[in-house]
């Protein structure tokens, strides 16, 4: 795991996993890093965005900045967690219609490493679109923890249990 001083985005998609992001922070924050939590739009509903600025000494980012608001600190590493299978979708074709995206956008070419932790049921992952996009995400060299002995996609009943099981951790470690 990649540990020190350096600044840590945890992006945050619209999923039930998302109310424990606040895990993946604290895990982060013990390995050294500074977190700065920034939200799709659509996972402000799902987050305590108090609780996480509180937790992070940081304002939860969701929209680009004003010009004359001060430039944030770069990141030297993201982590896409809890990843929707829009929001996947969207990285891979270099989407950017919202401050996550163009996030993930710019960070394979600024050499930014991105680990995507998804959170999508197994209907959603076993579709064409997906996998195409998960392959294309890891050929341009973003770590994608899918598939077996990574994580694996639940079934659509199993919501509540697969947040509780969700490997927040994996994606730390895979900053290796």
Not at 77 to 89: C, E, G, H, K
Not at 126 to 143: H, I, K, M
Not at 150 to 162: C, I, L, N, R, V
Request: net charge neutral; glycine share 8%.
């Amino acid at each position: 795991m990649i540990v020190g001083n350096g600044v840590l985005y945890v992006l945050v998609c619209a999923s039930g996993a998302a109310g424990h992001v606040g895990r993946l922070v604290t895990l982060a924050q013990t390995a050294g890093w500074t977190v700065q939590v920034v939200a799709t739009p659509s996972a402000l509903a799902f987050i305590d965005q108090e609780a996480l600025a509180s937790q992070t000494g940081r304002p939860v980012r969701s929209r680009y900045r004003a010009p004359t608001d001060p430039r944030p600190p770069r990141p030297d590493a993201i982590v896409l967690a809890p990843a929707t299978y829009n929001t996947i979708n969207k990285f891979a074709l270099g989407v950017a219609d919202t401050y996550v995206l163009g996030l993930l956008a710019e960070a394979p070419g600024l050499g930014i490493p991105v680990v995507v932790l998804p959170y999508v049921n197994r209907a959603l992952a076993s579709r064409l679109p997906f996998r195409r996009s998960v392959d294309q995400l890891r050929a341009e060299g973003v770590t994608v923890l899918f598939g077996p002995g990574q994580w694996e996609p639940h079934d659509t009943a199993d919501g509540a249990e697969a947040i509780e099981a969700f490997p927040w951790e994996s994606a730390l470690h895979a900053l290796a």
